[in-house]
């Protein structure tokens, strides 16, 4: 069954939804700040360029290139 709302209604809920996003880009913001200047070990090993990003790791193996395979292949025969 299809309820009508007022348009006021959608209006108020996109500003709830946008000063909710801001408090949680905010606490983000903080949580990152307060673990960049606490460090376990004393020693830095990340970057301070704030433009630097990690990579995931993967469980993948890389695929080894073709020249190396055909080469080992050579050498065992």
Known sequence: MLVFRHP???EEMRKRARAHQKKLQASQEKKAISSDDTSTDGQERTPKDPSFKRQASSTKHQ???FRTN???QQATS
């Open 8 to 10: 006021k209604y959608y």
């Open 63 to 65: 695929a080894s290139s």
């Open 70 to 72: 055909l080469v080992e």
